[in-house]
C-alpha cells in the first residue's frame, strides 16, 4: 500500500490494526424434532353439510315478438335481494328471448 492509502485508512478507521478477513462458518442443518408427515388419502373426508341458502324465486313472462306468443319462465337467485333476484333473471332470459317482462319475487 501506498502512504496516501494507509494514511486514509487511518483518517477512516483510526489507528486499528487491519483485521483479517472474516471466514463465514459453516452451519450445520438441524433436524427437527417433530416431522409432519402428509395427511393419508385413504380417509374420506367429512361432507360439510351447507348452512340454509336464502333464494328468491322469480316469475318473468318471455317471448321473442312483440305482443306476440310469450310464455312464462321461473328463475331461482340465492339472494336476499329482490334487486339482484330481477337482474340474475332477465340477465339469463335475455339469452334466449328478446323481450322480457317481470311478473313476481317471491321469497322460497
Not at 80 to 85: K, Q
Not at 87 to 101: D, G, I, N, P, T
Request: no cysteine.
Amino acid at each position: 500500500m501506498t502512504d496516501l492509502e494507509e494514511e486514509m485508512r487511518r483518517a477512516l478507521f483510526g489507528n486499528a490494526e487491519v483485521s483479517a478477513p472474516i471466514i463465514p462458518i459453516a452451519v450445520k442443518e438441524t433436524i427437527p424434532d417433530v416431522i409432519i408427515a402428509p395427511a393419508a388419502s385413504a380417509v374420506a373426508k367429512k361432507k360439510v353439510v351447507k348452512a340454509f341458502t336464502p333464494r328468491l324465486r322469480v316469475t318473468l313472462r318471455v317471448g321473442n315478438e312483440f305482443e306476440g306468443e310469450t310464455q312464462e319462465m321461473t328463475h331461482e337467485a340465492d339472494t336476499l335481494s329482490t334487486l339482484l333476484a330481477e337482474q340474475e333473471a332477465v340477465k339469463a332470459a335475455r339469452k334466449k328471448f328478446r323481450y322480457v317482462e317481470m311478473l313476481s319475487v317471491k321469497s322460497m
